[in-house]
Nanobody
């Protein structure tokens, strides 16, 4: 288990930007998949973005072209730059991580299910008003 803690949430107007940060207790350079999820009341949790150990990023269609995920090379922090925010982006945002395994094909890939992530931050609220 590693400690994760998000900062950077807040209330903004539509069209504005926010940058979320997630401080991690992950060992430097350890092989982890990291991701950002969000959930709003009455909706299922949605993966917003994920970043593989090699730095490859994947985004939900709903945020493609507006959000950018990144991480420090030593795993100390992960980030989510959110641009052109929309009211539908309003949600509790949580960072998550899971340790990868070495196999015949190299490091395993980020899991597809949120239940496969075993380290979670408490979350930071993002509210976007129109």
């Amino acid at each position: 288990q590693v400690q994760l803690f998000e900062t950077g949430g807040g209330s903004v107007q539509a069209g504005e930007s926010l940058r979320l940060s997630c401080a991690t207790g992950i060992l430097r350079y350890a092989p982890y998949c990291m991701a950002w999820f969000r959930q709003s009341p009455g909706k299922e949790r949605e993966e917003v973005a994920q970043i593989e150990f090699d730095g490859t990023t994947t985004y939900a269609d709903s945020v493609m072209g507006r959000f950018i995920m990144s991480k420090d090379n030593d795993n100390a922090n992960m980030y989510l730059q959110m641009n052109n925010l929309k009211p539908e982006d309003t949600a509790m945002y949580r960072c998550a991580a899971v340790k990868l395994l070495w196999g015949d094909n190299g490091w395993s890939k980020c899991p597809r299910k949120d239940s496969d992530f075993d380290n979670w931050g408490p979350g930071t609220q993002v509210t976007v008003s129109s």
